[in-house]
């Protein structure tokens, strides 16, 4: 299916008022559920027809046996980290910068994070073909071919045609391992296009060596063809999956989800929507987070009130008014009250707020939750004795109809 970039109509509104990805700090969410419109146009029904369902998705990163507890109906995991210069067809033999990818050390390219003797790859068909719900596969290897500093060092090595062809020549790869499976999200990149928005300058004045990518050889050397040519990518080699865009809540200005008092989520994400645009939005659905890591963590604790589930809502459903895609919520932290703030069991209130929330959650136009870490020592099901499993059981025992009521 080929995606025309989108048209972002911007709205003029009064102002009323992401390690892996990210780092703010979410907190307790005090006071009444909030009420958020419903989409008079819900991009979300749309989508959730090309998974077979008609309810907001929850899910998250977990192993077999947590996921097997309960009806989750989404479910991912990352891809990362270095790629190979030139293909390569055999674990056993081939290596990046001198390391063997070979097991059992590796060379770090997710194509060989699966047994060697299978073929390169199968850690992605594989998690995309067994399980019988809904994939979600977070791509996120620039930051390594960039040489593995944030920011403007990894937006000045766009210019590199050499990196450039390397890691969009993985991704056609990664996606070709997809070609013959169902509907699976290909969540691109997270925090690149957010230092692109923050850098303050226009996607076409920021430099991307294109031109050694056939699929994008004829696109604008700019980063305002970086999205286009995802597109292009993955809907020539992968026809069924669609393409998340991962959308920073810290893009524009100061982070939305570390100031609640300061600003204004109508405004900053109207502002985010115009980026958007003007680097040529094109995708099936945009991918949004409220920090990776659990309130707990490094001391924080999580009654500390920071932004508030309201104001994040307002912001991720204005972003769909605005651009017409739904929104997946994405990598929350697992982490709840009742633990005691030590390694795997940092304690956190989102999963509580986004399943008491569920109805406000699905006006504001998402097609789903998901949770997991983004960095060691997070909590998961696997270390907090069920915490996570029982506070996510009520949303998956009561299905909550997508767009709302």
Same mark, same amino acid.
């Given at each position: 299916m080929q995606r025309p970039a989108l048209t972002v109509m911007v709205v003029t509104v009064p102002v009323v008022l992401v390690a892996l990805v990210g780092g703010a700090f979410w907190a307790t969410c005090t006071g009444p559920t909030p009420v958020i419109e419903s989409q008079p146009v819900c991009p979300a029904e749309a989508l959730g027809e090309r998974f077979g369902t008609k309810h907001l998705m929850w899910g998250g990163q977990m192993t077999d046996e947590? *996921?097997?507890?309960?009806?989750?109906?989404? &479910?991912? &995991?990352?891809?990362?980290?270095?790629?190979?210069?030139?293909?390569?067809?055999?674990?056993?033999?081939?290596?990046?910068d001198g390391v063997p990818c070979a097991n059992p050390d590796g060379c770090g390219w997710w194509g060989c994070?699966?047994?060697?003797?299978?073929?390169?790859? &199968?850690?992605?068909?594989?998690?995309?073909s067994n399980n019988n719900v809904p994939t979600l596969i977070t791509y996120y290897t620039w930051l390594a071919v960039s040489g593995g500093v944030e920011?403007?060092?990894?937006?000045?090595?766009?210019? !590199?045609?050499?990196?450039?062809?390397?890691w969009l020549g993985d991704l056609r790869f990664f996606t070709q391992t997809l070609? !013959?499976?169902?509907?699976?999200?290909?969540?691109?990149?997270?925090?690149?296009?957010?230092?692109l928005h923050k850098s303050g300058r226009a996607p076409s004045d920021i430099p991307v060596a294109l031109s050694g990518v056939p699929e994008c050889a004829d696109l604008p050397n700019t980063a305002a063809s970086l999205m286009p040519c995802w597109g292009e990518i993955? !809907?020539?080699?992968?026809?069924?999956?669609?393409?998340g865009i991962h959308v920073s809540a810290w893009g524009h200005g100061a982070d939305l989800m570390r100031h609640p008092g300061v600003l204004n989520p109508v405004e900053h994400a109207t502002q985010t929507a115009s980026f958007l645009q003007s680097a040529n939005l094109?995708? !099936?659905?945009?991918?949004?987070?409220?920090?990776?890591?659990?309130?707990?963590?490094?001391?924080?604790?999580?009654?500390d009130t920071q932004p508030s589930l309201d104001r994040a809502l307002i912001w991720a459903s204005t972003l769909t008014k605005t651009t017409e895609l739904p929104h997946l919520w994405w990598q929350i932290p697992m982490g709840t009250p009742e633990l005691d703030n030590t390694c795997g069991r940092y304690v956190?209130?989102?999963v509580l707020r986004f399943v008491?929330?569920?109805?406000?959650?699905?006006?504001?136009?998402?097609?789903?939750?998901? *949770?997991?870490?983004?960095?060691?020592?997070?909590?998961?099901?696997?270390?907090?004795?069920?915490?996570?499993?029982?506070?996510?059981?009520?949303?998956?025992?009561?299905?909550?109809?997508?767009?709302?009521?």
């Open positions: 947590s *996921f097997g507890t309960h009806a989750f109906g989404l &479910r991912y &995991r990352y891809v990362a980290g270095p790629v190979p210069s030139e293909t390569c067809d055999d674990c056993r033999a081939c290596d990046i994070w699966q047994h060697d003797i299978l073929p390169p790859g &199968r850690v992605a068909s594989d998690f995309a920011g403007e060092s990894e937006l000045a090595a766009l210019a !590199d045609e050499d990196r450039v062809a390397s070609s !013959d499976q169902g509907p699976v999200i290909v969540h691109m990149e997270p925090d690149l296009l957010g230092f993955v !809907d020539e080699y992968a026809p069924e999956a669609l393409l094109t995708g !099936d659905l945009l991918v949004v987070e409220a920090s990776d890591r659990d309130s707990g963590f490094n001391g924080q604790p999580w009654t956190d209130d989102r008491e929330a569920r109805h406000a959650v699905a006006a504001a136009g998402a097609i789903g939750v998901v *949770f997991g870490a983004g960095t060691e020592c997070m909590t998961s099901p696997e270390t907090d004795d069920g915490a996570f499993l029982r506070a996510i059981a009520p949303a998956l025992s009561d299905p909550t109809p997508l767009c709302g009521p």
